[in-house]
């Protein structure tokens, strides 16, 4: 079992450093198919807005004369605790495969994905540990503290590389930094399979009259989609690219950016969304 582990970790290092010529290669008619059939067929994840930007919008509501009861205040965090507290089984892997296929120096790399689901009790025990749902949710906790975004979804990748089985048995919790995510590979990728990570159900990212044309939040690397650009002084969204991170939000001296969760029922609809991937209570 050390032996495969080592092997896999070995080979996702020589294919991380490939993912965008191998991105593109997916927009090929043929080849693209066969690759979105193979590792991303019926995949369907979406980014959680960080809780500190939605926060940030409500306390700018609050100064403006809006009535906002802090009690009934919904975070988009508390979806990922949902699914903690659902799930029969949570893994917890031991490093980031990402930041550590990338060296990565500016984010944690102790501060792995989470798994759920049966297709865990095939995941090789050398990669992680069976965890409890307290331990799961301070994880995170310690994720966003550090910077990390959340991305939540059923994505058949995970289970090809991990040997966890069905897709179906697998939910993916990961823990995003915007220098080594696997997803800023999305711009090259084929629109089949990059329409297939999507942002937050609800959520909404606008550049306000605030902005002052500084650039921070377009600093090359920032956004890790590219999807906030500068165009004539002023900060621009590319509706089609963003994933609702908030990195942008944050990154923004003056506030001039706003993360908004104009959907009230947005745990419905993204806890509806991802319920029906993956079956978390099966034996």
Request: aromatic share 6%; with cysteine.
């Amino acid at each position: 079992m050390g032996f495969r582990t080592s092997a896999t970790t070995r080979l996702l290092r020589a294919v991380f450093d490939l993912r965008f010529t191998m991105a593109r290669l997916t927009r090929l008619p043929i080849l693209g198919r066969g690759v979105e059939k193979a590792l991303f067929d019926q995949d369907d994840m979406f980014y959680l807005p960080r809780d500190r930007t939605v926060s940030a919008n409500r306390a700018q509501e609050i100064e403006m004369g809006v009535e906002v009861r802090p009690e009934n205040v919904m975070l988009p965090s508390q979806v990922i605790d949902h699914f903690l507290r659902r799930s029969r089984y949570i893994f917890i892997m031991n490093t980031c495969m990402c930041r550590d296929a990338s060296d990565c120096h500016d984010y944690p790399r102790d501060l792995g994905c989470i798994f759920l689901g049966r297709g865990t009790t095939r995941i090789s025990p050398e990669m992680g540990r069976h965890v409890t749902v307290d331990e799961a949710i301070e994880h995170m906790r310690k994720a966003r503290e550090k910077g990390l975004v959340h991305l939540i979804g059923r994505n058949k990748i995970d289970s090809v590389w991990l040997s966890a089985g069905p897709k179906e048995d697998l939910l993916s919790i990961c823990n995003c930094c915007p220098c080594c995510c696997l997803w800023k590979m999305l711009p090259q990728l084929s629109h089949g399979i990059a329409d297939s990570v999507t942002r937050m159900p609800g959520v909404e990212v606008r550049v306000t009259d605030r902005c002052t044309g500084c650039g921070r939040c377009a600093d090359e690397g920032w956004c890790f989609v590219d999807a906030i650009t500068m165009q004539h002084g002023h900060a621009a969204i590319d509706e089609r690219s963003c994933r609702g991170c908030g990195r942008c939000a944050e990154r923004c001296p003056s506030g001039a950016v706003e993360v908004t969760v104009v959907d009230t029922a947005f745990m419905e609809r993204a806890i509806g969304r991802i319920e029906p991937l993956v079956d978390l209570d099966a034996r």
